[in-house]
């Protein structure tokens, strides 16, 4: 993927003339990934969720609330408050947790369960949380079409959820095993598919953004950063390896592909450069993460023999 995503966005920009007309795909192609990702989750691991209530809703805290307000700072020292930038930043916060943070989990032995079920809690209350989150910051400076974008959320990934729980229940967790060989590899190209598009999209903008290159990749790098660790650390109290491993990956990795598809479709195309710039960083900090997480681990066992 280190080598794939560099490459379909610069396929996008490269042929986005060609690209244009499909681009309205977009949205259809991403709720076939979020259909994917709920086959894999039943009520039982809902259930789970349900019954770590307090770890889950500290998570969206700090995904939510937390983050947004640091991201808003962030990028109002560095662009005005109403640059198109800070919009940007913001979305990258308040979009709902990533699905590829529950492979991440598995790796550094966080727990799956808890991670895939508030995966798909927290994209069932995107339609509420990101609207919210818009107008609570940006109602002054920025003007967005909140009803049609709880319309597409509900479309591109609160529909496709639920049918994924119905299915997985339905089968009794069987047709996760029977359709992966199939899904999998559909759902990456489908992936993939949103991030050329979406590449397409924003190329004809990129002329304006030149000449803030320099401050717009810097401040995407430090706010992905900071949204690590402000999962890490802000779930220190809780003195659980397993519970720092996975609030730490759900919020410092987004549904960045839902982040560029609002961001394209209600904002200025300059907010969706910065969530652009997030799938390039996001993936390579998960790997420095999980260093950081295994070089903790092996100390943490030292000092325990």
Known sequence: MFLIIP???????????????????????????TLTMAIGCGLQQLRTVIQRPAVMLWTFVLAHVISPLLAYWLGG???????PYVVGL????????????????GMSEGSVPLMLAMVVIDSALSPIVVPAGIKLLFHTSVSANTTAMVGDLLLIIVAPTIVGVLLHEWSKGRIQKAVQPYAAPVS????????MLNAA???????????????????????????????????SHYRSREVQVTVSYATGMRNIS?????????????AAVPVVLSILIQQPLATLHHYFLQKLNKKAAGAGS
Do not use: N
């Not at 020292?77 to 640059?83: E, G, I, K, V």
């Open 201 to 235: 999209a924003i190329a004809p903008s990129t002329e304006a953004l030149r000449g803030d290159l320099f401050r717009v990749v810097p401040s995407a790098l430090v706010l992905v950063g900071i949204c690590y660790a402000v999962g890490y650390f802000g779930t």
């Open 90 to 105: 913001v979305l990258f916060t308040i979009i709902p947790l990533g699905v590829s943070t529950v492979l991440w989990v």
């Open 77 to 83: 020292l560095l662009f005005s408050f109403d640059s």
């Open 258 to 270: 839902l982040g560029v598809v609002l961001a394209m479709s209600y904002f200025s195309p300059l």
């Open 7 to 33: 490459g379909c966005l610069v396929l996008g920009f490269f042929f986005s003339a060609q690209l244009q007309r499909l681009v309205p795909a977009v949205p259809y192609c991403f709720a076939f990934v």
């Open 188 to 195: 990456k190209l489908c992936f993939t598919a949103v991030v």
